[in-house]
C-alpha cells in the first residue's frame, strides 16, 4: 500500500489542501495568514515527504507521478469547493478534473 503513488498522492494532498481550507477561513475572518504561520508551518514538511515518496517510488516515472498529484489535489480541493465552502466550480475546472481523471485510468489500464 505505502509503495502506491496514489497512497502518497493523498497523504500529501491532504494537508495541502487542508492549509488551502485554513487559509480561506482566516482570510475570511479578515486575518493574514502570517498571524497563523504556526498552524500552516507543520504542514510544509508533510506535503514534501509525500511528494518525495510519490516521486522516487520504483518504475514510476515523474509524469506518472504529476498525473497522481493532479488527481489527488484536484479532487480534495473540488470536494472543499463544493462540499465544504459551496462554492460554485466552473464548467472548465469540471473538465479539467474529467482529463485529469481519464489520464489516471490510461496510467492503470492502458498500454504499458
Sequence with gaps: MTSSPMFWA????????????????????GKDWTDFWWAFAPTWPIISYGVYRMVNIPGASLIDAFIVWALAVMALRVFA???????????ATWMA??????ARAVQVWGPK
Design 97 to 102: 478534473l474529467a482529463m485529469v481523471v481519464a
Design 81 to 91: 469547493s463544493v462540499v465544504l465552502l459551496g462554492d460554485h466550480v466552473s464548467a
Design 10 to 29: 493523498i497523504a500529501a494532498a491532504i494537508p495541502a489542501v487542508a492549509s488551502e481550507f485554513a487559509y480561506r477561513k482566516v482570510a475570511g475572518a
